[in-house]
C-alpha cells in the first residue's frame, strides 16, 4: 500500500531517465521465445531519442540486430536495501534494433564514458577504435557488442498501476539529480541514522504504521519515500520536501525541514 503526502513527485519520464542510470536492463527480441533476454550492462539515451545498448558478443540477440528486428528494453528499479520487496518500478521501452555500425562507434564510446563512465565500454568491439575512456575500471573477459534501439513506446509500472510514456516525454526528461548517489545516501541513513528514521516516523507517519521499523526506500530532489514492513504486509508513505532541492546539502537541509530542526527556522544553537 503506498500513501503520498503531496502531488509533487517525478514524472514516469523522469523515472524512466533515471532507471537508465541506476537500473537493470535486459533486452529481448520482440514476440520471439528463440531468443531468451540477456542483460545489457550499458543503457544511454542519446539526444536523439534513440537508446544505445551493449550485449555480449554471439549472444542472438546481438544476432538478430544485425538486419535489424522488434526489441523491447526492460528496466528494473530496484532499491539498494535489503527489503522484502525491492522492485520499486518497472520500464519497458519498444522499439526497433539495429547494430550500431563500426565507424560511430569509437566517438559513442566517448560520448558515453563522458556521463557514464561505465567499465563494460572497455569491452564494446570496435577494431578501429585505438582511444578508450580513461576513467573506467579495468575490463572483464566479456566482450560487447553495441546495438541502437529506436523507441516506438514506452511504459512505466509501479504499485500504483501503469501509464504510458511518449517518446517526445521521455527525450525531454532528465534523471533525477540523485539517482547516481541514491543508493549510498539510503544506506547511509539506514544503518548510521535510524534516530533520524525514528523522527520521521513519530512525527510524518499515520499512528497505525508506527509500530513497525520505517527503512528509507527512494529519494528523489521532490522528497522521499518510507517502507514500513508490518504484519499486514508493505506500507510505503512518500514525504515531499518543503521545495525541489538538487544537491546534498540542500537535500540534508530539506530532510531536517521534514523532523521539524528549530536551526532551520533562524534559531541559532545555545553556546556554552
Known amino acids: 500500500m503506498a500513501t503520498t503526502t503531496a502531488v509533487t513527485v517525478p514524472t514516469s519520464a523522469e523515472r524512466i531517465r ?22 545489457a550492462p550499458v543503457c544511454q539515451l542519446l539526444p536523439d531519442g534513440s537508446m544505445v545498448v551493449a550485449v555480449p558478443v554471439g549472444d542472438p540477440v ?44 569509437p566517438a559513442l564510446l566517448d560520448r ?27 575490463p572483464t573477459d566479456v566482450s560487447y ?32 539529480p540523485f539517482c547516481a548517489i541514491e543508493a549510498h545516501w539510503l544506506q547511509h541513513l539506514d ?9 520521521l516516523a513519530t512525527t510524518k507517519l499515520p499512528p497505525q504504521l508506527r509500530r513497525g521499523r520505517p527503512r528509507p526506500l527512494a529519494v528523489d530532489r521532490y ?12 506500507h510505503d508513505v512518500r514525504l515531499s520536501f518543503p521545495r525541489p532541492v538538487e544537491d546534498v546539502l540542500s537535500l540534508n537541509r530539506a530532510v531536517r525541514a521534514l523532523m521539524g530542526c528549530p536551526f532551520l527556522n533562524g534559531l541559532q544553537p545555545r553556546r556554552p
Open 223 to 234: 522528497g522521499m519515500w518510507l517502507r514500513v514492513e508490518a504484519a499486514d504486509g508493505d
Open 18 to 39: 533515471s532507471a537508465c542510470v541506476r537500473g537493470q536492463a535486459l533486452l529481448a527480441i520482440a514476440d520471439s521465445t528463440d531468443a531468451a533476454p540477456v542483460n
Open 112 to 138: 558515453i564514458a563522458a556521463v557514464n563512465p561505465n567499465p563494460a565500454l572497455l569491452q564494446v568491439i570496435s577494431p578501429r577504435s585505438t582511444a578508450r575512456p580513461s576513467a573506467v575500471a579495468a
Open 62 to 105: 546481438a544476432e538478430a540486430a544485425g538486419t535489424g528486428v522488434a526489441a523491447m528494453l526492460e528496466l528494473t528499479d530496484h532499491a539498494p536495501l535489503r527489503l522484502r520487496e525491492r522492485v520499486r518500478a518497472l520500464a519497458w521501452i519498444r522499439g526497433r534494433l539495429l547494430t550500431v555500425p563500426e565507424s560511430e562507434i
Open 145 to 176: 557488442a553495441l546495438l541502437r534501439l529506436t523507441p516506438d513506446s514506452a511504459v512505466l509500472a509501479d504499485a500504483t498501476g501503469a501509464e504510458s510514456v511518449a517518446v517526445d516525454e521521455l527525450l525531454a526528461a532528465r534523471p533525477d
Open 191 to 199: 544503518s548510521a541514522h535510524p534516530e533520524l528514521l525514528a523522527r
